[in-house]
């Protein structure tokens, strides 16, 4: 009984303007576009019995939709002329557009990393990899602006962090997460690993339990400090970093020279230090607000304030404060990286799926 389908994003369009379309980035995510004819895979939906009438034409990033609504224009006093102009409206989609790529040239192609309660790490690519290899890593293609795709990998982030401060408060501690850091940072490196991808990490209720129990089911010690614990997180998510950017370098067939890493992650240093020396590569370190940035920036180009994509890199750049972290040279981490290829829980298989 549908008329149209809109995606969240494309509602609040609809609702502001009464434009009923499909923005191009957030279709990708819904597993029926076609991500080589770049339109609704209407044949699969088919297939299935699926209706398709009611899907939407599908738009990219930076497309004027049209003016504000005569309601909506006398609930916020703006005047008739004001555009909704549709930005990348998957929120990694206009992170990616907001990272300051320029900042890299000449050290070969640059990975991203959207840093938050997941970790989106990945590539930009100008066509979707649909190889088989691909499929068994679990890559995902996900569209960005001008018809590009974001072959990345979503990983466990610092909800991890998040959740183990959230147990710690439980039993009455009052640590925040500088004071957290700070006690990672004096605590023994190396000291335990575990897989961030596991799925006893995804939403257990006891986070420090869940890391205790993945220690003791493969033999190593078990942390017994709120250090001790963020630790751990932090060199494992580093370690996972490596070896999905290990996996981009194989899918690409290019040198990846740097990593930078965007949203509200970028600000955890230690967690950057970490993966500069797990990557061996130097790290970038923001914009926190990259999201807002590429948002604002597509809509500008569409305004005729930026030129060319090239153009809305170079003005993130000079827009943002970004850290340039080194790797330290120490081959602890390169034992730390065998170890943790070695590890296997009866609960995850390393690489396969996964």
Same mark, same amino acid.
Not at 60 to 72: A, H, K, N, S
Not at 248 to 274: C, D, P
């Given at each position: 009984?549908?008329?149209?389908?809109?995606?969240?994003?494309?509602?609040?369009?609809?609702?502001?303007?009464?434009?009923?379309?499909?923005?191009?980035?957030?279709?990708?995510?819904?597993?029926?576009?076609?991500?080589?004819?770049?339109?609704?895979?209407?044949?699969?939906?088919?297939?299935? !019995?699926?209706?398709?009438?009611?899907?939407?034409?599908?738009?990219?990033?930076?497309?004027?939709?049209?003016?504000?609504?005569?309601?909506?224009?006398?609930?916020?006093?703006?005047?008739?002329?004001?555009?909704?102009? @549709?930005?990348?409206?998957?929120?990694?989609?206009?992170? =990616?557009?907001?990272?300051?790529?320029?900042?890299?040239?000449?050290?070969?192609?640059?990975?991203?990393?959207?840093?938050?309660?997941?970790?989106?790490?990945? *590539?930009?690519?100008?066509?979707?990899?649909?190889?088989?290899?691909?499929?068994?890593?679990?890559?995902?293609?996900?569209?960005? =602006?001008?018809?590009?795709?974001?072959?990345?990998?979503?990983?466990? !982030?610092?909800?991890? =962090?998040?959740?183990?401060?959230?147990?710690? @408060?439980?039993?009455?501690?009052?640590?925040?997460?500088?004071?957290?850091?700070?006690?990672?940072?004096?605590?023994?490196?190396?000291?335990?690993?575990?897989?961030?991808?596991?799925?006893?990490?995804?939403?257990?209720?006891?986070?420090?339990?869940?890391? @205790?129990?993945?220690?003791?089911?493969?033999?190593?010690? *078990?942390?017994?400090?709120?250090?001790?614990?963020?630790?751990?997180?932090?060199?494992?998510?580093?370690?996972?970093?490596?070896?999905?950017?290990?996996?981009?370098?194989?899918?690409?067939?290019?040198?990846?020279?740097?990593?930078?890493?965007?949203? !509200? !992650?970028?600000?955890?240093?230690?967690?950057?230090?970490?993966?500069?020396?797990?990557?061996?590569?130097?790290?970038?370190?923001?914009? =926190?607000?990259?999201?807002?940035?590429?948002?604002?920036?597509?809509?500008?180009?569409?305004?005729?304030? *930026?030129?060319?994509?090239?153009?809305?890199?170079?003005?993130?750049?000079?827009?943002?404060? *970004?850290?340039?972290?080194?790797?330290?040279?120490?081959?602890?981490?390169?034992?730390?990286?065998?170890?943790?290829?070695?590890?296997?829980?009866?609960?995850?298989?390393?690489?396969?799926?996964?």
């Amino acid at each position: 009984s549908a008329d149209k389908f809109l995606m969240i994003p494309d509602y609040l369009h609809f609702k502001m303007c009464g434009a009923r379309v499909g923005e191009f980035t957030n279709a990708t995510t819904t597993q029926f576009f076609h991500p080589t004819k770049k339109r609704w895979s209407v044949e699969l939906l088919q297939r299935f !019995g699926l209706p398709t009438a009611m899907l939407p034409e599908i738009v990219q990033p930076g497309t004027r939709l049209g003016t504000l609504l005569p309601g909506v224009r006398e609930r916020t006093g703006l005047h008739a002329g004001v555009e909704v102009i @549709a930005p990348a409206t998957h929120d990694t989609g206009s992170a =990616v557009a907001g990272v300051p790529g320029a900042a890299v040239e000449g050290r070969g192609r640059l990975a991203y990393i959207s840093s938050g309660t997941w970790s989106l790490l990945g *590539v930009e690519l100008h066509e979707p990899d649909l190889s088989e290899r691909a499929f068994e890593l679990n890559l995902t293609n996900e569209g960005g =602006v001008d018809g590009t795709y974001r072959l990345l990998k979503n990983i466990m !982030g610092l909800w991890i =962090v998040q959740e183990c401060k959230r147990s710690f @408060a439980k039993g009455g501690s009052t640590s925040d997460y500088p004071a957290l850091v700070r006690a990672a940072e004096a605590a023994p490196a190396f000291r335990s690993i575990i897989h961030p991808d596991d799925p006893s990490f995804l939403n257990p209720p006891d986070m420090p339990a869940a890391i @205790a129990d993945f220690c003791a089911e493969t033999d190593q010690p *078990v942390p017994g400090t709120e250090g001790e614990f963020i630790r751990c997180a932090l060199e494992s998510l580093a370690l996972r970093y490596a070896t999905v950017l290990n996996w981009l370098k194989e899918m690409t067939g290019s040198l990846i020279g740097a990593v930078n890493i965007v949203g !509200g !992650g970028s600000r955890n240093r230690l967690l950057n230090q970490f993966t500069a020396n797990a990557c061996r590569r130097p790290v970038l370190a923001g914009p =926190v607000e990259a999201t807002v940035l590429g948002n604002v920036l597509v809509q500008a180009r569409a305004c005729g304030e *930026v030129g060319s994509f090239a153009d809305i890199r170079r003005a993130a750049r000079v827009s943002s404060e *970004v850290e340039e972290i080194l790797p330290e040279d120490d081959a602890s981490w390169g034992e730390a990286q065998h170890r943790y290829a070695r590890l296997n829980s009866k609960r995850y298989l390393f690489g396969s799926r996964g």
